[in-house]
Nanobody, 124 residues
């Protein structure tokens, strides 16, 4: 069992940056693949980024490539999403997630555990 708690959301102007953190409980965080998803008002939750347990494979949604960076620190049981050059369309609730198996990193059903979400609002 893994419990995930996000932090770092907030209000930022367009062009600004935020770093989201997701702290995981348990001793086996390093054995999980990780991902970030987001849900904008009135829209379905969508994939943002993912990373394999080894860190050797990363995945990004096209609209965030070159602006967002996923990372993990297994010693701290924490995963991160560095978000730069933020745009108003990035406004959403951001969720971190962990998966035992990585069959389809971009798919919600791959993930076994989810955080509660943190709000990111980008003003124009």
């Amino acid at each position: 069992q893994v419990q995930l708690v996000e932090s770092g959301g907030g209000l930022v102007q367009a062009g600004g940056s935020l770093r989201l953190s997701c702290a995981a409980s348990g001793r086996t965080f390093s054995s999980y693949n990780i991902g970030w998803f987001r849900q904008a008002p009135g829209k379905e939750r969508e994939f943002v980024s993912a990373m394999s347990r080894s860190g050797g494979s990363t995945y990004y949604e096209d609209s965030v490539k070159g602006r967002f960076t996923i990372s993990r620190d297994n010693a701290k049981n924490t995963m991160y999403l560095q978000m730069n050059i933020l745009k108003p369309e990035d406004t959403a609730v951001y969720y971190c997630a962990a998966a035992r198996l990585f069959r389809a990193p971009r798919t919600e059903s791959t993930y076994d555990f989810w955080g509660q979400g943190t709000q990111v609002t980008v003003s124009s």
